[in-house]
């Protein structure tokens, strides 16, 4: 334990160590050391609160740790069924209580949206998160460095502009509307790499085929930019321009890695979709957890209520969200983090489609899908 020394030099006990030693049970849970105001110092989790808890008042303890029992002016825990809870919740308070003596989940991981907005000629454009209903988006997924550069070499390919959201617009169907030939407001239009619908330089369905390209690319649906890319590489390449054709190469590699970096991550997101059982300590009452695209979406016993089942099916019947907050995000980045630490886990996951057949009325159910998952999760979690 950590002795304190009084103002006569007698080495006394700290103040918290009895509540500990008096009320803690070797049991899961959360715990939270508190200030002189209420406010949340710490947020910490444990399979066994009692003697982690302990461990703060043993000699030697660390300067952050001896810091923190200098200011804290109490203690309190709550007691869950299991570890995984246990985790989950120390994830929650953190983000609700910003504990300063916390680091670990208190940043900001940093997530990315590519948005097609919803004008007249779209734009294409990265952004932290999405913003205007109605419009296309991509994401979340990791934030790779340079994104915006990327991005303004992908709209040059696909010919979508990245102008300014005030820049006018009128396409050549639309020409009664100026009452003269007018200048592109960028560069981009004069050397090519846009179609120039601010000049009246292209009608609205050949800015909407650029537009369409894009989308299909980012979806995964189409890969004629990459075959392009390859085909003006080859012909660069038989003409002996070698660093033209390493440029084409090394752009299409880009494209690609940006696409797989949305796809794959959206995959492995929705791959994640269950119900997980877990056994409780000490009671052993099973408890399941519905994740859905890696959130906890609800939790219940796994008792002998005749309508349990028809409670599931109505939680799993309630629509995701389009779009989520970046503390889902989080969530689901621990969810995955948990299965990839522990893919021994899945074996008792319950796929949604064995829903009311029985599944979860085993003491654990085999995942037939255990394998895929584990690099879903990986995929999620890296």
């Given at each position: 334990m950590t002795p304190l020394t009084s103002s006569a030099g007698v080495r006394t006990v700290h103040?918290?160590?009895?509540?500990?030693?008096?009320?803690?049970?070797?049991?899961?849970?959360?715990?939270?050391f508190t200030g002189v105001r209420g406010e949340v110092l710490y947020v910490g989790k444990s399979v066994h609160v009692r003697s982690r808890l302990l461990s703060y008042f043993r000699p030697g303890a660390p300067g952050k740790v001896s810091e923190l029992l200098r200011v804290a002016a109490a203690v309190d825990w709550d007691y869950v069924p299991n570890e995984f809870e246990a985790v989950l919740r120390e994830l929650r308070q953190i983000r609700a209580f910003r504990p300063s003596f916390n680091r670990h989940h208190r940043i900001d991981r940093r997530f990315a949206w590519i948005r097609i907005t919803r004008?007249?000629?779209?734009?294409?454009?990265?952004?932290?998160?999405?913003t205007a209903c109605g419009e296309t988006v991509f994401g979340p997924f990791p934030a790779p460095r340079g994104l915006p550069a990327l991005l303004r070499e992908f709209a040059v390919a696909t010919g979508?502009?990245?102008?300014?959201?005030?820049?006018?617009?009128?396409?050549?169907?639309?020409?009664?509307?100026f009452g003269g030939a007018r200048q592109p407001s960028c560069p981009r239009a004069d050397l090519g790499t846009c179609p120039g619908p601010c000049a009246a330089r292209c009608t609205v369905p050949e800015y909407r085929?650029?537009?369409?390209?894009?989308?299909?690319f980012l979806s995964g649906e189409d890969d004629s930019l990459l075959r392009s890319l390859k085909g003006r590489m080859d012909e660069a390449a038989s003409r002996h321009e070698f660093e033209q054709a390493a440029m084409y190469?090394?752009?299409?590699?880009?494209?690609?890695g940006l696409r797989d970096e949305i796809v794959l991550f959206r995959q492995a997101l929705a791959g994640l979709s269950f119900v997980y059982r877990v056994p409780s300590i000490p009671t052993g009452d099973d408890r399941?957890?519905?994740?859905?695209?890696?959130?906890?979406?609800?939790?219940f016993f796994f008792t002998e209520q005749p309508q349990l089942e028809e409670r599931l099916r109505d939680a799993l019947a309630e629509p995701a969200p389009d779009h989520v907050n970046d503390s889902a995000r989080e969530e689901a980045f621990l969810v995955a983090r948990w299965f990839r630490l522990k893919p021994e886990e899945l074996a008792r996951t319950i796929p949604f489609d064995l829903v009311g057949t029985g599944a979860w009325n085993r003491g654990s159910a085999t995942c037939p899908r255990s394998g895929p998952l584990e690099k879903r999760a990986a995929a999620v979690s890296r």
């Open positions: 103040p918290l160590l009895e509540r500990v030693r008096a009320d803690a049970e070797n049991r899961p849970g959360v715990y939270r004008e007249p000629a779209p734009r294409l454009l990265a952004a932290r998160r999405p979508v502009r990245d102008c300014a959201a005030g820049t006018r617009m009128g396409f050549a169907d639309q020409g009664e509307l085929e650029g537009v369409v390209r894009a989308i299909r190469r090394d752009r299409a590699a880009r494209f690609e399941g957890y519905v994740i859905r695209r890696g959130r906890v979406a609800s939790s």
